[in-house]
């Protein structure tokens, strides 16, 4: 399996893993207790930990989400919560979600070990949001509460490399969306207003994006041989069965 291989294989399990905490009932407890709506939550949760900065730089760090959606969110949570403290008690909830949720997995050790490594090995250039996270002291030190930060790393890390690669291939973000599976679907999800382009002629584009993104990615997991790849790649896809029965 090839640093690339492991990239592609990966995203999958961690996109469902981050799934399973997002969509939690204590995760969206912790938006209700806060007096924010959803909306408010996800997108100051998320860009929080860049800190006191303005909502166009929050739209142009995450991408994929409309910028008038990202003002909308980031200012709603604003009036209530400083968006740093939403992201604060974001990687408490994460932290508490990790130890109970993960602190049973029978290998947990080693997915900690092995994802560590991988996230340190990530360079940061281009990547804001990756950054601000890998930046944020994380406050529970057992074992499941860092794997379950450590799963978040890896998940941002792939979000941000997949906005330089959908931008290096000439595409938009809504061009992106609108040639991927779920289309005008998930264009209405992040908050873009029609008319919406033709996927027709740009599903190729996105393909060669993904396959930038893999490589991009990729170069962290070189820091695994190839056993090792396998090992965390494997772990990943178990741990995410063992969450979705």
């Known amino acids: 399996m090839t640093p690339e291989q492991a990239a592609a294989r990966a995203k999958p399990g961690l996109a469902k893993l981050v799934g399973a905490f997002a969509e939690s009932p204590q995760t969206l407890r912790r938006a209700r207790l806060m007096g924010l709506s959803g909306w408010a939550y996800h997108v100051s949760a998320r860009a929080g930990a860049l800190g006191d900065v303005r909502p166009e730089t929050v739209a ?33 909830e994460l932290c508490r979600w990790g130890v109970d949720e993960l602190g049973g997995f029978p290998r947990l050790s080693r997915l900690l070990e092995l994802s560590k490594r991988v996230v340190s090995a990530v360079d940061a250039a281009g990547l804001p949001l990756f950054a601000a996270w890998r930046a944020m002291p994380v406050p529970e030190t057992s074992p499941g509460a860092q794997a379950a930060v450590m799963l978040h790393l890896l998940h941002e890390h792939r979000l941000g490399v997949h906005v330089v690669a959908v931008r290096a291939s000439g ?21 873009w207003q029609p008319p919406y382009p033709s996927p027709g002629p740009i599903v190729r584009r996105l393909m060669w994006a993904e396959s930038v993104a893999d490589s991009l990615t990729g170069q962290a997991y070189a820091q695994l041989d190839r056993a090792e790849r396998v090992e965390l790649c494997g772990l990943l896809e178990s741990l995410s069965h063992r969450l979705s029965r």
């Open 171 to 191: 595409l938009t973000p809504l061009q992106a969306i609108m040639a991927g599976p779920d289309g005008e679907t998930d264009a209405v999800a992040f908050g």
């Open 60 to 92: 142009a760090a995450i991408g994929f989400i409309a910028p008038d959606a990202v003002t909308d969110g980031w200012e709603a949570a604003a009036k209530t919560t400083p968006p740093v403290e939403v992201a604060t008690w974001h990687l408490h």
